[in-house]
């Protein structure tokens, strides 16, 4: 069975990656296959990134207050690409009502401070387990 691969990105101006550091590093303790794009991404750059290495994950960490337009840009670019089955996920500062609004725009789950790596593994294990059941079309 292949391996479920995440991509992760901090895209605009946030110089801030601790965070996403120990978030790779944890999926990969889990056995995952993690790809992280470094700092300072373009939603342009995070999209052909995820293409290119086939991932089924991208997770974005933001802490620029840009999400609202990050996070709907790359989910477009998805979308222009014909990628919609790579499953958009992220973290960062984001207000509880903005992150609502992202998800019902259909970008999945939004990890605030305070998550556990543990629950950022069991979140893409369920949906990687509710994808594989799925019927391909």
């Known amino acids: 069975m292949k391996k479920t ?7 605009g ?3 801030h990656d601790r965070g996403i550091k120990v978030i790779a590093a944890a999926l990969r303790d889990a056995g995952f296959e993690v790809i992280y794009t470094g700092l300072r991404q373009t939603p342009e750059m995070i999209v052909e990134a995820a293409i290119q290495e086939d991932v089924d994950f991208i997770g ?4 620029s207050g840009a999400h609202m ?3 709907p840009d790359v989910q477009r670019l998805l979308k222009e690409k014909g990628a919609t089955d790579i499953h958009l996920f992220g973290g960062g500062i984001i207000p509880d009502t903005e992150a609502a609004a992202l998800e019902q725009q259909g970008v999945g789950k939004l990890f605030g ?4 790596t543990q629950e950022i593994v069991e979140y893409i294990r ?8 799925e019927p391909v079309m």
Do not use: N
């Open 60 to 63: 974005m960490s933001i802490l």
């Open 69 to 71: 337009t990050l996070f």
């Open 13 to 15: 101006l946030d110089g």
């Open 113 to 116: 401070p305070g998550t556990t």
């Open 126 to 133: 369920s949906v990687a387990g509710r994808r594989r059941e």
């Open 5 to 11: 691969r995440i991509l992760l990105a901090k895209p």
